[in-house]
């Protein structure tokens, strides 16, 4: 028969609250693991390298000083050689102007003249050498301030992979304070409720008395670890899992008549979870990942990496995060790994690594084709520090050439022709290359326009073609196979073939876009071309230096007089007009027909480089 403790608590005041009025005899979780040594150890690493980053930027700081100062005096420099040349040019001019005087007054004393202009030269050289050296200077300092860069960056990043470390580490360190047994005793008193029997107000009594055991188990383990107070801050977000393995009732009965008491011995021990560990510590889930079968942070090895490329001052990219450029030596953790090797003109270079042990990796970087788009200028490279002539890209497409643009013609391919025609210093670099003789020269003759009949000079050629010529003027007395010898000699030495412009190139680039006679309009315009009777000081007298006068829409020079320009057609045309012919002869469509030999004072060339795609 089931007693009740009705009858047994008449004489008491009765109620179904219970009082949690307690007294305990606490035993400390025992075996705590602190692991402090972890933590501290990077945290003085921590503190050596930021001391060494901040070492790096005061380096970093001075040698960009450095940099910056000796852009200063190049700038200061380079406009000092203006004002040198400006000295320079106008001594010359005097000098000058002193011989001819002579022509007339050889007692003329020009002493004063020599001297200013060789004192001016003297200053030109020597602002020359400083400069350069001043160049080289720079060029080595440039390169010591990336590497400094480099040596910042990676010390940055090294603090950066500490301070996840230590993230890790702490949460080691909480997973090991925490995931601890021990023994936990604790006196509970309980008013129960009347119409409970003795035996559920005993389980009820102590059932209560675990959860307290708990409760001071959760607290002691809290109070007693490395981060207590972060720990508390974040406790009431996090269950620490806490399991009581056994326990027995070392003392129990009525206290009271009323109230009853039991006293309780508990093994308890507490199974955070990965989770629970970051909550408590407020930090990325990420580093929290232990073994599930010891409780234990997951070892990560770290492995040495090298990078190498086949270029210089490339971009290395790894996981997202700038490191400089190669070679490059580093340290990574075990796992997979994304790098990137770039550098503008070339195709990046990418790959996905699992890092298992050190590791090479050589990057090898193709220059890319890039999208070649119209009006791209560019030279090649010649020996001895030379450039060739300067090139205009054009690329296919719907074009309109022929008197009213009335012909439309579809370039299948793209090209690069010269932003002006052949100047007679590049073809001076030519022949001292080849000493190579032209038509001209082998012949004694070279034709000239006097009185609008074509008369063949004696003695004139492309040194000397019965005008004054200045370097930069075009070259001319020169004939189609001369054309072609100094385009062969371009391709032998740059690798690119270069050859004359067929007559639809010519005019495609002539007109560049354009459907009228001129490229600025129908009607030809006095002073913006030389052309016979063209209003310039040029018309009628000689050829005028190149980019004397505007350049059309894509960049070209002289496409309008100045000298008709040979194509590569068999029968002889060349194209443009000239310096001696009427400006109606220099409309985008006009020809000249005469024979490929020819050699004019008049006619010379613009060249054309092939574009493979």
């Not at 989770?275 to 409780?295: A, H, P, S, V, W």
């Amino acid at each position: 028969m089931r007693q009740g403790l009705k009858a047994l608590l008449l004489t008491f005041s009765l109620g179904i609250a219970f009082s949690a009025h307690t007294y305990a005899e606490e035993k400390a979780p025992s075996n705590i693991k602190e692991n402090p040594d972890s933590v501290m150890d990077i945290d003085d690493a921590i503190f050596s390298k930021n001391t060494e980053l901040e070492k790096a930027e005061k380096t970093l700081r001075n040698q960009q000083l450095k940099v910056s100062n000796q852009h200063s005096e190049l700038d200061r420099l380079t406009e000092q050689a203006r004002e040198i040349d400006k000295v320079l040019n106008k001594t010359k001019k005097q000098l000058e102007n002193a011989y001819q005087q002579m022509i007339t007054n050889p007692k003329l004393d020009i002493t004063k003249y020599q001297t200013a202009y060789q004192n001016a030269w003297s200053n030109h050289k020597q602002n020359q050498k400083t400069r350069y050296e001043l160049e080289k200077a720079l060029e080595e300092q440039e390169g010591l301030l990336k590497d400094q860069k480099t040596t910042a960056i990676l010390l940055r990043k090294n603090i950066s992979d500490l301070k996840q470390s230590k993230l890790r580490a702490r949460a080691k360190r909480l997973n090991n304070e925490l995931s601890l047994s021990g023994t936990q005793k604790v006196s509970f008193t309980n008013r129960c409720n009347p119409a409970m029997t003795i035996r559920q107000c005993e389980e009820q009594t102590t059932k209560l008395a675990l959860q307290k055991a708990v409760k001071q188990f959760k607290s002691s383990l809290i109070n007693q670890t490395t981060e207590n107070e972060t720990v508390q801050k974040y406790a009431h977000h996090a269950a620490l899992n806490v399991h009581v393995l056994k326990h027995k009732v070392l003392q129990s009965g009525f206290n009271n008549a009323s109230r009853y008491k039991t006293i309780v011995e508990a093994q308890l021990e507490a199974r955070p979870s990965n989770t629970t560990i970051c909550q408590l510590l407020n930090i990325g889930k990420q580093y929290c990942l232990f073994e599930t079968d010891n409780n234990q942070q997951k070892e990560i090895a770290w492995f040495n990496l090298n990078i190498r490329s086949n270029i210089y001052d490339d971009h290395v990219t790894i996981d997202g995060i700038s490191y400089g450029h190669t070679p490059l030596s580093l340290t990574l953790q075990e796992g997979l790994h994304q790098i990137s090797v770039t550098k503008n003109g070339y195709i990046p270079y990418r790959t996905s690594f699992r890092l298992a042990s050190d590791y090479s990796i050589r990057a090898v970087l193709q220059e890319e084709r890039n999208q070649l788009k119209t009006g791209f200028r560019f030279a090649d490279p010649l020996p001895e520090n030379i450039t060739g002539p300067e090139l205009i890209s054009i690329t296919p497409g719907k074009f309109f050439i022929g008197e009213y643009a009335s012909s439309q013609v579809i370039l299948d391919h793209a090209f690069a022709i010269s932003l002006t025609p052949v100047t007679v210093e590049m073809f001076k670099v030519f022949v001292k290359n080849t000493n190579y003789q032209s038509d001209a020269e082998l012949m004694k003759t070279c034709t000239a326009m006097i009185n609008n009949q074509m008369s063949p000079q004696s003695g004139h050629y492309w040194r000397n073609p019965g005008f004054k010529q200045s370097l930069d003027s075009p070259v001319v007395c020169v004939s189609v196979n001369d054309a072609k010898a100094f385009a062969g000699w371009l391709s032998k030495e740059t690798g690119f073939t270069y050859r004359l412009p067929t007559e639809d190139e010519w005019e495609i680039a002539a007109r560049a876009g354009t459907q009228t006679d001129y490229w600025w309009g129908n009607n030809f315009e006095s002073g913006r071309a030389n052309t016979g009777w063209g209003g310039t000081n040029w018309s009628n007298k000689s050829t005028s230096p190149v980019k004397s006068f505007s350049p059309n829409p894509l960049g070209l020079y002289d496409v309008v007089g100045n000298v008709w320009e040979w194509t590569n057609d068999p029968q002889g045309i060349a194209k443009g007009g000239a310096w001696s012919f009427s400006p109606k002869n220099a409309t985008s469509f006009s020809r000249l027909f005469t024979a490929p030999s020819t050699a004019a004072n008049y006619i010379g060339f613009r060249i054309v480089r092939e574009i493979k795609e």
